[in-house]
């Protein structure tokens, strides 16, 4: 009677994780469907080709302009910036963490690092605005510092306490006795950690990166408060920019219900699901082939 109520609890907590995968993967597919479904009528009103090589945003005009080339630019523009900064800022973070930090400082610096986690958007974006911002305008000389640049440098902060934890969970779990045999031909604990660590790490590090990246290209708060919001191509990272998110966190809550607008932000919501979609299956694709590599 035991094993076959033992049984019974086993098919029943199978069916539960089944449920809930499948719920997951709904909620996913749902989404998914209302954005494009809002879309669709946007695109009914200005051709696919014009929403995507258009130059110009600007909806509230008579002529309506609905060109997401300048979103588009200034979301690549300030991501890239955050993580060519976080990148290697939070794999060599993890590195000494993991490698070489006495344990009485790795013990201090890891909670102090997760902190930054929970730091709020809303605050990291006002630091930009009192203390970022003008040291770059400083810096460069320029009359403003709400620019890509600004933006890049807070979105690197907010991406690496998830480049880090990913990272250092991944150089951990790289076997101790890969670094015992480097160690035993005469490399140094330096040699050993960049020729051999790191790289039977890789995958890992990887995922962290896309992890972090994801971070970066989603976010909203911080952008918005600290780009300059300005919806043109920008020419570098001195420049004012407006990112995807911000401008849908903008227009939505004062755009008219059902016009081609209200459905235009739709429209670059399902350009920036697809475009994060795409790094993550291009992230698995990667590291599943380094694992087998590694295998």
């Known amino acids: ?37 809002n879309s669709i009528a946007f695109f009914i009103e200005v051709k696919p080709l014009d929403f995507l090589t258009g130059s110009q945003w600007d909806p509230e005009s008579t002529e309506s ?6 979103l588009l630019v200034s979301t690549s523009l300030v991501t ?12 060599f973070t993890a590195a000494f963490l993991s490698e070489m930090a006495h344990p009485k400082l790795k013990n201090i610096l890891k909670p102090l690092i997760e902190m930054l986690a929970a730091i709020p958007s809303v605050a990291i974006g006002f630091l930009g605005i009192v203390l970022v911002g003008p040291g770059i305008a400083k ?8 620019n890509a640049l600004n933006g890049a440098v807070l979105l690197s902060v907010m991406a690496l306490p998830t480049i880090i934890t990913i990272s250092e969970d991944a150089i951990n779990a790289v076997p101790q006795s890969h670094r015992e045999a480097s160690l035993a031909l005469g490399a140094n604990k330096w040699q050993t950690m960049f020729k051999v660590t790191l790289p039977a790490a890789l ?8 992890l972090g990246l994801g971070r970066a290209l989603g976010e909203t708060m911080t952008v918005l408060m600290a780009t300059g919001n300005a919806a043109v191509l920008p020419r570098g990272f001195l420049d004012a ?15 008219p219900y059902q016009t081609t607008h209200y459905f235009a932000l739709f429209a670059i919501a399902v350009v920036l699901f697809l475009i994060t979609l795409f ?5 698995e694709y990667f590291a599943n082939r380094l694992r087998k590599f590694h295998a």
């Open 65 to 70: 302009k609905y060109g997401i080339a300048p």
């Open 279 to 283: 790094i993550n299956l291009l992230g």
């Open 80 to 91: 890239l910036g955050a993580m060519l900064i976080a990148v290697p800022l939070g794999i």
């Open 1 to 37: 009677m035991t094993i076959k109520r033992r049984e019974q609890t086993d098919w029943l907590l199978k069916q539960v994780f089944k449920a809930t995968g499948f719920v997951t993967i709904a909620l996913l597919g749902g989404i998914f469907f209302m954005l494009v479904y």
């Open 241 to 255: 920019v407006r990112t995807i998110t911000a401008t849908i966190a903008i227009e939505m809550g004062e755009v």
């Open 139 to 146: 810096i460069f000389g320029i009359s403003n510092g709400l």
């Open 203 to 210: 995958p890992g590090l990887i995922a962290a990166v896309m």
